[in-house]
């Protein structure tokens, strides 16, 4: 079965670009997180959301962030514009259930970012 | 404020020794408790979890503990092998509800030969 699919892998662009993430999460999965990985601050959930609706955003660090969820197979994570600081791994994962509760939530293998 | 804490970026174990990662939360709701793995290049995966319930939970070779007086649990690793080494990431969520881990900053285990 495929996991959860992540595009691009890799990704350098210039600060002040726009920036797009994606993500297909596995089939059947009605939970989709976004997660974004730094030294500093480890995995930072940036938003969550539960059958395409977007539940928590409480983590995105600032309206130059935006996440949709336009349908059950696909998420994209958008950041306009791009600062160098926002150099980091993006996480996709997802799960049937939600992440409490001890439920798995699976992970891609992450999309990198460097703003230069 | 980061409510799950691993204080230590990094442990060298050698091979056939024990591993001991260590964990500790300040949040006194989260009543479930996980551990992910993560090789380079990879997206974090499941390891071992635990319920608050619970003191201790084993599976083969990873052993995690709880101590909910001290807000501290620990993964324990006997034998450790070459292949653990990784980041190890602690993760603990609230039971219940179909909720948001919350996630430390991951302790690098390289496991010597």
């Known amino acids: 079965d495929a996991g959860v699919i992540q595009s691009p892998r890799h990704e350098v662009t210039e600060m002040g670009q726009e920036v797009t993430l994606r993500c297909k999460p596995i089939s059947g999965h009605d939970y989709l997180f976004w997660y974004r990985q730094t030294m500093m601050r480890g995995l930072e959930l940036l938003i969550y959301?539960?059958?395409?609706?977007?539940?928590?955003d409480s983590g995105m660090p600032e309206d130059r962030f935006s996440a949709k969820m336009p349908n059950a197979s696909f998420s994209t994570l958008k950041i306009q514009p791009s600062e160098p600081r926002d150099s980091a791994v993006y996480f996709c994962a997802s799960s049937s259930t939600g992440g409490g509760g001890g439920n798995t939530i699976y992970f891609g293998e992450g999309s990198w970012l460097t703003v230069v | 404020d980061q409510q799950v804490k691993q204080n230590s970026p990094s442990l060298s174990v050698q091979e056939g020794r024990i591993s001991i990662l260590n964990c500790d939360y300040t949040?006194?709701?989260?009543?479930?408790f996980l551990w992910y793995k993560k090789y380079p290049a990879e997206g974090p995966t499941f390891l071992i979890s635990i319920s608050s319930i619970k003191d201790k939970n084993e599976d083969g070779r990873f052993t995690v503990f709880l101590n909910k007086s001290a807000k501290h649990l620990s993964l324990h690793i006997v034998p450790s092998q070459p292949g653990d080494s990784a980041v190890y990431f602690c993760a603990a969520s609230f039971t219940g509800t179909a909720s948001k881990l919350t996630f430390g900053t991951g302790t690098r285990l390289q496991v010597t030969l």
């Open positions: 949040n006194s709701m989260f009543d479930y």
């Open positions: 959301f539960n059958n395409n609706v977007p539940i928590d």
